[in-house]
Nanobody
Framework: QVQLVESGGSVVQAGGSLGLSCVTS????????MGWFRQAPGKEREFVAA????????VYADSVKGRFTIARDIAANTLYLQMNSLKPEDTAVYYC??????????????????WGQGTQVTVSS
């Protein structure tokens, strides 16, 4: 079972930048893809970005492509999301997740059943 702890959320003005982190711990398989998701009030949780175990493959939702960058530090068991040119519609609780043995495609399919507490990102206009 992998434990996930997200951090870095804050209130930021539109056009600003923010960086999120997700630290993983616990028993994991040897390799796992990871991803970021977000959930705005009254909306379903949606995919934001995913990264393969090696970091060579990244996938983004169209709504964040060109503005957000996902990265990971395997040695530090940490996943990152750098968010630039933030918009009010990026306001949401952001969650990370890990898919043991999975790929960016399986992460994107969002078959996860458990989530961390998330971190709140609020973009003011």
């Amino acid at each position: 079972q992998v434990q996930l702890v997200e951090s870095g959320g804050s209130v930021v003005q539109a056009g600003g930048s923010l960086g999120l982190s997700c630290v993983t711990s616990g028993r994991t398989s040897s390799t796992y893809a990871m991803g970021w998701f977000r959930q705005a009030p009254g909306k379903e949780r949606e995919f934001v970005a995913a990264i393969s175990w090696t970091g060579q493959t990244t996938v983004y939702a169209d709504s964040v492509k060109g503005r957000f960058t996902i990265a990971r530090d395997i040695a530090a068991n940490t996943l990152y999301l750098q968010m630039n040119s933030l918009k009010p519609e990026d306001t949401a609780v952001y969650y990370c997740n890990a898919d043991p043995g999975g790929t960016t495609a399986t992460v994107r399919s969002n078959r996860f059943h458990s989530w961390g507490q998330g971190t709140q990102v609020t973009v003011s206009s």
